[in-house]
């Protein structure tokens, strides 16, 4: 009886496990293939027409989230194409696509036809990173290099917005123009660009956050909100003119090599130098280049001018060459004073010969004849 029990309960044991085991494998199924999806994402081929159909994969680098792989268009208003990298022919760009770095966007022009919403697309390249493109310009996206922690776009023509976060670092993002780059961004701004006659025009305004500007010959540390500047250049770089108009903020202008000489060592320093000016509102920097034979060195003249048109600043120098400097060549008040002063000090030498005037006692005229003294002969001549 007793024997009857214990396979009736090995048999009930063995039932429940078989039951049990096919639960199992259908949970743990899911899983696998969860884990198995990023590989297959990781493996896809981008469609035939070279827009992703799924989203891309966002990776991590020291555990904060970065870009996307690709680029996509969150909104789009009228005609916008994309022409994708190493293609002749463009696409119309769809909604919630993603295309790959390396992309050109341009939108339509309307002719400011009434009821007819002006072109334009906003592009996302994750980590809360939007840029507009506006009516009838061209923004081109950069392939990234073997660091891809930075994103640029680069200016083709008309006007595109910048929305990027506040708390973005140096070095994330930038813009890149053919003669300047904006660089170390964060908040809002707006970029107007274009080209004609053989020279480039670009207005940058910051409505929120900092920018920096680096080009030929200077370079602006940093801008704040408001602060808006005009920058135009040659097409074969001969000549730039950096005007404000609105801001305060400072330029540093290059200024060639300086050489010093260290007397403990008894060899040669060369060095860097920079000066720095103020710019305010209707104040101009101007910048003229000659290209050298070849071999030879770039001539580079300097000239800073403040809001009233007086010249502050005036230098000529050649690249890499320090016995090739002007030096400042205005002369300021300042400057004026201080040879005054040293003309002055000079005058004060005594170099000419004493003459005493005595008062002598005449019987008939009662007058004073002037009686020459003798010659100094101090150590004072020496001066």
Not at 242 to 247: D, E, F, K, R, V
Not at 262 to 278: A, G, P, R
Not at 294 to 322: C, H, L, Q, W
Request: hydrophobic share 40%; charged share 25%.
């Amino acid at each position: 009886m007793k024997r009857q029990g214990f396979v009736a309960l090995g048999a009930f044991v063995a039932f429940a496990m078989f039951s049990v085991c096919p639960v199992i494998a259908q949970d743990e199924a899911p899983a696998a293939d969860n884990a198995a999806e990023p590989a297959a994402d990781a493996a896809a081929e981008p469609a035939a027409d070279g827009v992703a159909e799924l989203a891309p994969r966002e990776s991590k680098q020291r555990g904060l989230l970065t870009y996307l792989s690709l680029v996509r268009c969150d909104e789009i208003n009228g005609e916008v194409q994309v022409l994708r990298p190493r293609t002749d022919a463009p696409v119309k760009a769809e909604l919630g696509k993603y295309y790959p770095l390396g992309s050109i966007f341009m939108t339509g022009n309307s002719g400011g036809k009434r009821g007819v919403k002006p072109s334009s697309v906003v592009i996302n390249f994750g980590k809360a990173v939007m840029v507009r493109v506006n009516e009838g310009s061209e923004l081109g996206t950069r392939e990234p290099g073997d660091d891809d922690k930075c994103r640029t776009v680069v200016l083709r023509k008309g006007r595109v917005e910048l929305l990027l976060p506040r708390q973005m670092k140096d070095g994330e993002f930038q813009v890149a123009a053919p003669h300047f780059v904006l660089k170390n961004m964060n908040g809002n701004s707006w970029i107007d660009y274009s080209s004609s006659n053989n020279c480039d025009r670009t207005t940058v305004h910051l409505t929120t956050g900092l920018m920096g500007v680096e080009g030929a010959h200077y370079s602006i540390a940093q801008m704040r909100a408001g602060d808006e500047l005009v920058i135009t250049t040659n097409d074969d770089d001969a000549f730039s003119c950096i005007s404000s108009n609105a801001g305060i903020y400072d330029v540093m202008l290059d200024q060639g090599i300086r050489r010093d000489k260290d007397f403990d060592t008894n060899q040669y320093k060369e060095t860097e130098v920079k000066t720095k000016f103020e710019m305010a509102p209707r104040s101009k920097v101007k910048i003229w280049r000659r290209r050298p034979a070849p071999g030879g060195n770039m001539v580079v003249s300097t000239m800073a001018i403040d809001a009233t048109g007086a010249i502050k600043s005036r230098r000529v120098f050649a690249e890499k060459r320090y016995n090739i400097n002007s030096g400042e060549l205005v002369i300021t008040q300042k400057d004026r004073e201080a040879a005054t002063a040293a003309i002055s000090q000079l005058g004060e030498a005594d170099d000419t010969d004493t003459v005493t005037v005595a008062p002598v006692e005449d019987a008939a005229a009662g007058s004073a004849e002037a009686k020459p003294a003798e010659k100094n002969n101090s150590s004072d001549d020496l001066f």
